[in-house]
């Protein structure tokens, strides 16, 4: 009987072990990862100096570097669109944190995928670059691009928010002389306020 019960139990846990590879095999690699990409846009309540946006980022830069999360963001008349990127629990964290600063609204989340692979904009702990200068955005990013898609209220495609930043993004690590593609396991830097471009 015992011996009966035990190849009973022995096929069960057979099966079960068997049903959980599967299960696991079934998860793409990416979203094993746990890394976690959400992208939002939000206004400004009040315009603030660029010193003051520098200091923002610097602080947000020290918070983010201490939970494993690195962020990228680009600025344009009081509008931000905002990457941030790690860990999916201290990214969540992170989000409902940013949510409830008062110094900007009209908060949207734009793109957030959960699983990917590596960071997408990974060298710094936050790092963010201003965009107010129309002949700038049509010089590096080409005619299809200028600061009222990122001021506009209509809710922005995915995409254009993406290749937004990473174009933004290819240009300041270029320019800072830094690598743009980091191991996801390397913390992000903090920024220099020299590699915060005005234009
Ligand atoms: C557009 C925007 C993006 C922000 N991004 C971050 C961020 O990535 N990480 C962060 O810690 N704080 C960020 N902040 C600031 C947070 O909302 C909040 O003020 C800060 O985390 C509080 O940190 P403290 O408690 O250390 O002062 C952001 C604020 C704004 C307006």
């Not at 019960?5 to 690699?29: A, G, H, I, Q, R």
């Not at 680009?74 to 990214?91: K, N, P, T």
């Not at 969540?92 to 692979?117: A, K, S, W, Y």
């Amino acid at each position: 009987m015992l011996c009966i019960l035990s190849s009973d139990f022995l096929e069960y846990l057979n099966s079960l072990v068997s049903m959980l590879t599967w299960e696991w095999l079934k998860v793409s690699p990416a979203e094993r990862t746990g890394m976690l990409q959400i992208v939002f846009r939000s206004q400004l309540t009040r315009l603030l100096s660029y010193v003051e946006i520098q200091r923002l980022c610097l602080a947000a830069a020290k918070n983010n570097s201490k939970a494993g999360v690195t962020g990228f963001a680009v600025e344009c008349g009081g509008a931000f669109l905002v990457s941030i990127e790690g860990d999916a629990r201290e990214v969540r964290e992170m989000l409902n944190r940013i949510i409830q600063d008062p110094r900007h609204d009209t908060f949207d989340v734009v793109c957030c995928e959960e699983g990917i692979e590596r960071r997408r904009f990974g060298t710094w702990a936050m790092n963010v670059m201003f965009l107010d200068d129309d002949l700038f955005w049509s010089r590096v990013f080409g005619a299809d691009f200028s600061c009222d898609q990122l001021l506009s209220p209509r809710k922005m495609e995915p995409a254009f928010a993406l290749g937004l930043l990473s174009m933004a993004y290819q240009y300041a690590c270029a320019q800072a002389e830094m690598a743009s593609s980091l191991s996801s396991g390397r913390a992000g830097r903090l920024p220099r306020i020299r590699h915060m471009f005005r234009r």
